[in-house]
DNA sequence: TGAAAATGATAGTAAAGCTATCTTAAAAAA
DNA sequence: TTTTTTAAGATAGCTTTACTATCATTTTCA
């Protein structure tokens, strides 16, 4: 008997709360692993079906499409991450210690697990990074970003931008940087594994060590006085 | 009679050169056109096809799929901001100078137009913005590289990681500092337009001023000694 | 235990993503 | 100029994807 914990995602995301069910869990899970495994591109809810002994039609009682189904994925991860952060940098004062903090939190945020049994936050990290950025990179955006359906990640970048506020309140890019670290982390570390010459910075048996460095690096003289 | 440009790219990456046929060029400026109009996922060859009054079937002469007419795009797009750099800083010797030119160039590149007259520069610049990042994000990005499908990015990133390295030797990260420029230019020009919340920066009637003032503010903390 | 809700089974449709073949038109070689 | 090669158009067809609809069967829980 494990705690169950349930993340507060948009209800727009789904037609059916997927966490609330053996079946929606089966479908979180398995479509982690038939993503991370396959690619975005090539996931389809009928793969998905066969793999889960379901069908389409189940599927589709829980999810409009595969695009509101990694919506889905990269709002869980980021609050995930949020969660993190929170927990991570409970009664830490100073705000330059908070944002090292931050920065390791989310580069190594497979890690540190403090998992839920149906989602493996390691791969549904490798799928915010192969594929996250295909969350908002659609003609929707502007319906669904009025849905409420990208909050999770503004909330996020808010959290992370009041920190660099804090650290100098006359930097005058908080929320580009905050956005920026998450998006730099997600690229130098599948940049290492594709296209390394697209880098300076090797990830070797996911090993973000480096990641990590350069980011500590970059935010320290961005904001230094 | 017009002067002739013609972008030397990875012949992997299409069927038959379309920059060398009427029916080719068409492609190559219908494809932009429908592609920023109705987004990449809902672009097909089929209705390219009707819009320039050919068939599926010679489309798919030219290209094997949508995918890669889209990295020839993108390439297109790398290949000619790196002639726009090239141009910009002939005769430039100050790197600092060169980076500031550089940044200019890739940031309000469509407005410098050294025009192509079937490629329209400023819609091919937001597909770059909204879908280039999906060039690269696929199941097949280890396979088409080793193709050299992604040449054309990573010269226009050593190019950059030179001079940056010019202006300071000790900088450790200069590719990464090059490709985030381009990947934050895009995606900050995105974020404005779409999710004002990620950014602190606003792009007004396409003045994209602030997203390259961050940039030199970027570049310079970074790199001061 | 009985009604309501969730799931499964099955079928079907439109469009996407191709491939094949044949004919006609245009360009290049002879 | 005539022949021959090459490119493009027309048409057809096939598989997969992305869905919707309907009905039967479980499961839940009041």
């Given at each position: 008997?494990?705690?169950e914990i ?17 079946l ?8 982690i ?16 079906a066969?793999r889960?002994n379901?069908t389409e039609?189940s599927?589709?009682r ?6 509101l ?5 990269v ?19 100073d ?6 903090i931050i920065?390791?939190?989310f ?7 403090p ?6 936050e390691s791969?549904l990290h ?28 503004k909330?996020?970048?808010?959290t992370?931008?009041?920190v ?11 929320f ?17 594994k594709h296209?390394p ?5 090797s ?7 480096e ?8 935010t ?6």
């Amino acid at each position: 008997m494990s705690i169950e914990i349930k993340m507060s995602l948009n209800d727009g995301l789904y037609l059916r709360e997927p966490q609330d069910s053996k079946l929606g869990r089966n479908i979180i899970q398995s479509s982690i692993l038939l993503i991370d495994e396959f690619g975005f591109e090539s996931f389809t809810f009928k793969k998905l079906a066969d793999r889960i002994n379901s069908t389409e039609a189940s599927i589709y009682r829980y999810f409009e499409n595969k695009h509101l189904l990694l919506l889905f994925l990269v709002n869980w991860y980021w609050e995930w991450v949020h969660y993190l952060i929170h927990f991570n940098t409970m009664n830490v004062e100073d705000p330059r210690k908070k944002l090292k903090i931050i920065i390791h939190s989310f580069v190594s945020a497979s890690k540190d697990n403090p998992s839920v049994d149906y989602v493996n936050e390691s791969k549904l990290h490798n799928i915010v990074i192969s594929e996250g950025g295909k969350a908002y990179h659609t003609k929707d955006v502007d319906d669904e970003n009025s849905k409420g359906f990208f909050l999770s990640y503004k909330n996020l970048a808010t959290t992370v931008s009041i920190v660099i506020s804090e650290i100098n309140s006359d930097f005058k890019y908080p929320f580009a940087l905050a956005t920026n670290l998450f998006e730099m982390s997600n690229n130098h570390i599948y940049f290492a594994k594709h296209l390394p010459k697209l880098t300076d910075i090797s990830v070797k048996e996911n090993d973000v060590n480096e990641v990590e460095n350069m980011l500590n690096y970059f935010t320290d003289k961005l904001l230094a006085d």
